[in-house]
């Protein structure tokens, strides 16, 4: 059998600005705009408490707790986080789906069978994980298939993980709320009721099928099959390929030994190649992550000359900018990335004729051809062979472009 995570961060907006202001923590915050007619995006679950939810315009928001603090939305340290959660979840297991900005589905069926490791003890590690290095919380269902997975991890916010199957869903999911059901609008709600429709069980009792038809039309089997457990799409990691590949790593303690930290370095990087090349993916874009303490770390980006996925050169740039960023203190993380990859087959890349002899696949002839189409447009040669090859021991080397 099948085990399908659905992976939710709670409360992302507000958790990830917590995340980067630790004073936060435990105080009503909500992610909008200012003006008289903002809507709230994200409340944290503080703020929940208050009757607080998206959606509810800010004036209402600001009458229910007096205290609440407005924070703007920023997109680009969301972006960064989501990414770096992907990358970490991406880590377990390739067989990922994107869901969102804050969610995905993951099939560790594979990883269950070959580390004979429980499901629950697996998503405990997750869990632990994206809380350590990302200092955010998210809860996890465990299922069969997607749509159970995403109906349990609602079920045990923040940081909750539940386990639906077949076996438990007359007892878990059929009491709940038609309001509930993944799939189900608002819209929808009212006219079901109107049928004598109110609970997910109702959804799933055949004898209710016609007016469920009525309401519903064509979708119907659909919505009857998922509220009885059943749903066969699978995993969909075709059409999301990762926009970054990385590993990172929480040292067994921290330590300033340089020796060792390029020792992780080198595993890290030689994590992130195998990944990338499995994938064939390819990037010019490389960055390390240097943790100090929970709440205190180091970003670094640069790129190369080329679109890359090999090995020694993630090694080399990662040590380039740890050289060149490390301050001496005890390191708790190390990480390496590779970002904004590009599946090889979309790369297109102009090839230099200076660079012709680096290029076994390129025959002399090609080269005699490009000269020759340069060169049709004027009176007198503009290039030769030997001045386009000799030019080439003129231009600088420069392995790390900023």
Known sequence: MQVIFHIDLNAFYASAEISRNPSLKGKPIVISGKSKRSIITTASYEARKYGIHSAMPLFQAKQLCKDLIILPADFELYHRLSNEFFTIIASYSEILEVASIDECYLDVTSIIQEKKIHPVVLAKDIQTKVYEQLNLQCSIGISPNKFLAKMAS?????????????????????????????????????????VGINTIGDLADYKNYDNLKKVIG????????????????????????????????????DTNDEVYLKEVLSNLAKQVSTRALKRNLVSNSISITIKYTRFESVTRQTTVSKYINDYETILSTAKMLFDSNYNGRPVRLLGVSLNNTINKKNLKEQISIFEVEQQPNIKNENLDKLIDKINENFDHPLVTKASALSKKEKQPQKKYLK
Do not use: C
């Not at 199957?165 to 079901?192: A, C, H, S, Y």
């Open 154 to 194: 609602d079920m045990k916010k923040p940081m909750g993980i539940t386990v639906l199957t077949r076996n438990n869903l007359k007892e878990v999911m059929w009491p709940l709320d038609i309001k509930d059901m993944f799939g189900i609008g608002k819209k929808t709600q009212p006219k079901l009721r109107a």
């Open 218 to 253: 064509k979708n119907a089997l659909l919505v009857y099959r998922k509220a009885n457990g059943i749903d066969t799409n699978p995993v969909d990691y075709g059409h999301n390929e990762l926009k970054s590949v990385g590993n990172s790593t929480t040292l067994p303690a």
